[in-house]
């Protein structure tokens, strides 16, 4: 099993930056591909970004390319999402997750483990 908890999201203006974080506990992540989604009310759950084991391959939503970047420290069990020039349409519970298989997948029914959320909010 493993378990996933998010921090670092808070209310921020327009044109500002969080950096999210993920913490892995349990079974190492260090082989899995990581990801992180968000939903905002009345909205699906979408893909922001996934990271493979290594580090080296990253994709993103179209939302958030070059806005957004991923990234993993395997030997601390974590990942990281840096947010900047953040829009109002960026609002939403962001989740990370982790994905058993080898490819990197946009898809949530791909990923096995979910965190509970943290909520990021930018005001216009």
């Known amino acids: 099993q493993v378990q996933l908890v998010e921090s670092g999201g808070g209310l921020v203006q327009a044109g500002g930056s969080l950096r999210l974080s993920c913490a892995a506990s349990?079974?190492?992540?260090?082989?899995?591909?990581m990801g992180w989604f968000r939903q905002a009310p009345g909205k699906e759950r979408e893909f922001v970004a996934a990271?493979?084991?290594?580090?080296?391959?990253?994709s993103y939503g179209d939302s958030v390319k070059g806005r957004f970047t991923i990234s993993r420290v395997n030997a601390k069990n974590a990942v990281f999402l840096q947010m900047n020039s953040l829009k109002p349409e960026d609002t939403a519970v962001y989740y990370c997750?982790?994905?058993?298989?080898?490819?990197?997948?946009?898809?949530?029914?791909?990923?096995?483990?979910w965190g509970q959320g943290t909520q990021v909010t930018v005001s216009s």
């Open positions: 997750a982790a994905d058993q298989s080898h490819g990197i997948h946009s898809g949530s029914f791909y990923y096995d483990y």
């Open positions: 349990g079974r190492t992540t260090s082989r899995y591909v």
């Open positions: 990271v493979s084991w290594s580090g080296g391959s990253t």
